[in-house]
């Protein structure tokens, strides 16, 4: 009899843990179903929105042990949206989760969990810039953990409640470090591998549009710069004529630049169809950038904008010369144009971690918005009235052909971070 009860008690409690289990999924699932192929702001209060009901259906159905004590999963939901939302993200969880534990219950209980949600406020978010740049594995690691030894402080202080530490507490102590332990692991590696699909798949788009564009321009762009390369001429003749009136010149004027306009484009579309060249260099991408900056200097200067290159890198890495230049005019041209009404800085870092070249360009121009961020690279998306999206496109080809990866911070009106990283 007593062992069926102690069974009946086990499975309950089992099937409360599950229960706190599937409430955990439910951000997860939210965010594959709905917000996968995209993330805005508007995703990230919604994500926020639904970790707090998560944490708040796992305090709801908690366990209830025979040593008085109430266990539940809550802390995890506000562990993740920590390390990978930071401060702001994790603010909203701390406020939800702090308010519904003061309105089941008040006295020592509801100190104690607002002390350690505190603790949890403060230390996990500080982590948050060295948790983002590790590598898929590692952050499962950091998740771990940062979980752990939050867990670990918990119950030490949980501890002090107490005036002996019988069995029962290390019992509850031992199974929920393991319980921790396997959810944290199995949370961290859905989100994971949530992300891997979202990268694969932009990866995938990105190559497909790479193809579509060669193609396109292999097969039109020398029959449309032909022409172009004419009437250009005749119209230089033309301008250059005594006889034409000034209002003929200035319409003559406008034709000329448009013309030219014209051919920058059919240039950027011949950038894509080009093969490889042969001039294949070795070398750290200082010679190349600093190539860039004596290039670009005199544009740099018309606009009050000054370049700062600084170089720690020591790793080197075979690549085409011509591409990579073309690749950081591109790149270094957009930041010089952000800053064109007020001037500004660029400051470029070329810097190693690990195996990774890391090459940040930080500008102090206009910024983007997140929707703007979100069509960065895009084939004939501009944030530029004047743009045709085919040089920032050109930018992503080069650093994928790398295997490299770009990654990009912007605020509107405070300027744009990207940092390259390019393994060896």
């Not at 289990?21 to 965010?31: E, K, N, Q, R, Y």
């Not at 040593?67 to 401060?87: C, E, T």
């Not at 004419?230 to 013309?259: A, C, H, W």
Request: charged letters at 20%.
């Amino acid at each position: 009899m007593h062992r069926y009860v102690y069974m009946e008690r086990k499975f309950r409690l089992f099937e409360t843990l599950l229960l706190n289990f599937l409430f955990l999924l439910l951000p997860v699932l939210i965010s594959v179903i709905f917000f996968e192929n995209k993330w805005n702001t508007f995703n990230k209060f919604s994500l926020i929105f639904w970790s707090s009901v998560s944490l708040l259906l796992c305090m709801a159905f908690p366990l209830k042990l025979e040593i008085g004590f109430m266990f539940d999963l809550r802390w995890i939901p506000f562990i993740v949206v920590a390390l990978f939302g930071g401060y702001k993200m994790a603010l909203p969880l701390y406020i939800v989760l702090n308010v519904y534990r003061y309105l089941i219950g008040g006295g020592d209980g509801f100190y104690h969990s607002l002390a350690f949600a505190t603790v949890i406020l403060l230390v996990i978010p500080f982590f948050r810039e060295q948790f983002i740049v590790q590598t898929p594995n590692r952050r499962v690691a950091y998740g771990i953990i940062a979980t752990l030894s939050m867990m670990a402080l918990y119950f030490t202080s949980l501890g002090f409640f107490y005036e002996e530490l019988t069995d029962e507490f290390w019992e509850l102590v031992i199974n929920s470090l393991l319980t921790y332990t396997v959810v944290i692991f199995i949370i961290m590696s859905l989100i994971e591998k949530i992300i891997s699909n979202v990268k694969r798949r932009e990866i995938y788009i990105q190559s497909e549009r790479l193809k579509d564009i060669s193609e396109l321009s292999a097969s039109i762009a020398h029959e449309i710069r032909n022409p172009l390369t004419v009437t250009n001429g005749f119209l230089q003749l033309l301008n250059s004529s005594k006889t034409i009136t000034p209002e003929e010149k200035r319409y003559i004027d406008f034709s000329l630049t448009e013309l030219e306009r014209a051919e920058t484009i059919v240039n950027d579309f011949l950038a894509f169809s080009k093969p490889q060249s042969i001039h294949m260099v070795y070398s750290n991408f200082k010679d190349e950038l600093e190539y860039v900056k004596n290039i670009l200097g005199p544009y740099a200067t018309k606009n009050n904008v000054a370049i700062h290159i600084e170089c720690t890198n020591k790793l080197k890495k075979s690549y085409d010369e011509s591409q990579v230049r073309q690749c950081f005019i591109n790149l270094i041209k957009n930041s010089i144009e952000s800053m064109k009404e007020e001037g500004g800085n660029i400051t470029i870092d070329i810097s190693a971690q690990n195996s990774n070249i890391l090459i940040e360009v930080k500008d102090s121009g206009i910024g983007m918005t997140s929707e703007e961020l979100s069509q960065l690279g895009v084939p004939y998306y501009s944030t530029k009235k004047e743009g045709t999206g085919l040089g920032m496109f050109m930018v992503y080809r080069t650093i994928n052909s790398l295997n490299g990866k770009i990654e990009v911070e912007s605020t509107l009106g405070k300027g744009t971070t990207m940092l390259i990283t390019i393994p060896v």
